[in-house]
């Protein structure tokens, strides 16, 4: 079994400071959380940037300024958000790639998210992972729903995406796939063989998706856009405190945590 990889979801695009006083929102204060999150166990982190007011933007200065941050601070491995916010165009979605991480986010998929729809098309998924070919960023295939799985196998048979994918089932989003151990098994099942796959529980799934993950052979992505709370009605004092959780579980179950270069190793990226 592979060394676990933990992820760590900053801010996401919908999470406010009403909501958790702790949410990173500056570029400092996003690359001082990837540094603590690091040093919890994290090797990854997945990034939404935002306006010095909260909003959500995908201006790929504000990405830059972000990922040279976090590089300053530790190796962690830097992943931006090409979802954004709901509202956000494709183009607007698509410039953190321009930037040539190592990986970004692409969804394989339409949904319904909460009261709104995250809207991607088909010319919305060949347009990303296009670009991310070209670009040489490793795509992290979001998986809201099971058909999303076919539609990233339709994109490999298009020469769009390069095998092995790595998959993040995102469970638990009103609207999507619920996050009952059964689902995790549904989708766990449902990719081809030698892929290698992370689980975001949102809210009250987050922890038990995590430990499934960690004795199933998986990875985990922890984080204050998928859960504000550390237990119930107990807001996370950070997002190293809920990284420091999964590395201590994960220690306890006799699975090492593995580093950003170890991370790189598995998922096949090379550090840049």
């Keep these: 079994m592979d060394k676990l990889i933990i992820t760590a979801a ?3 695009a919908e999470v406010t400071r009403e909501q958790q006083p702790n949410l990173p929102i500056t570029p400092d204060e996003i690359a001082e959380a990837a540094y603590e999150a690091y040093k919890a166990g994290a090797a990854m982190v997945h990034v939404h940037a935002r306006k010095s007011d909260g909003t959500p933007t995908q201006d790929k200065e504000v990405y830059r300024e972000i990922k040279e941050k976090i590089a300053a601070k530790c190796n962690i491995i830097f992943q931006p958000s090409t979802g954004g916010a709901v ?3 494709a183009e607007e979605r698509i410039q953190p790639v321009l930037l040539k991480p190592e990986m970004a986010s692409l969804t394989a998929g339409t949904c319904n998210f909460g009261s709104d729809v995250f809207m991607n098309t088909e010319e919305y998924m060949e347009k990303f992972a ?4 070209e670009n040489g960023v ?11 799985i076919d539609n990233a196998l339709r994109l490999v048979k298009k020469g769009l995406l390069k095998t092995p994918l790595h998959f993040d089932f995102v469970m638990g989003v009103p609207g999507a796939i619920m996050g009952e151990p059964r689902d995790l098994m549904y989708l766990v099942n449902s990719i081809p063989q030698g892929s290698t796959w992370t689980v975001a529980g949102i809210g009250r799934y987050e922890l038990p998706l995590a430990v499934m993950a960690i004795v199933m052979g998986g990875h985990v992505r922890v984080g204050f ?7 119930k009605g107990v807001l996370a004092e950070s997002n190293a405190q809920l990284v420091a959780r999964i590395a201590r579980i994960a220690k306890e179950c006799g699975r090492e945590v593995a580093t950003p270069d170890e ?10």
């Design 130 to 133: 296009k670009t991310m070919l």
């Design 263 to 272: 991370a790189r190793e598995i998922l096949g990226l090379t550090k840049k």
């Design 225 to 231: 856009e998928d859960n504000i709370y550390y237990s």
């Design 138 to 148: 490793k795509p992290e295939i979001e998986i809201f729903e099971r058909g999303m």
């Design 10 to 12: 900053l801010t996401g």
């Design 87 to 89: 509202w956000h165009t």
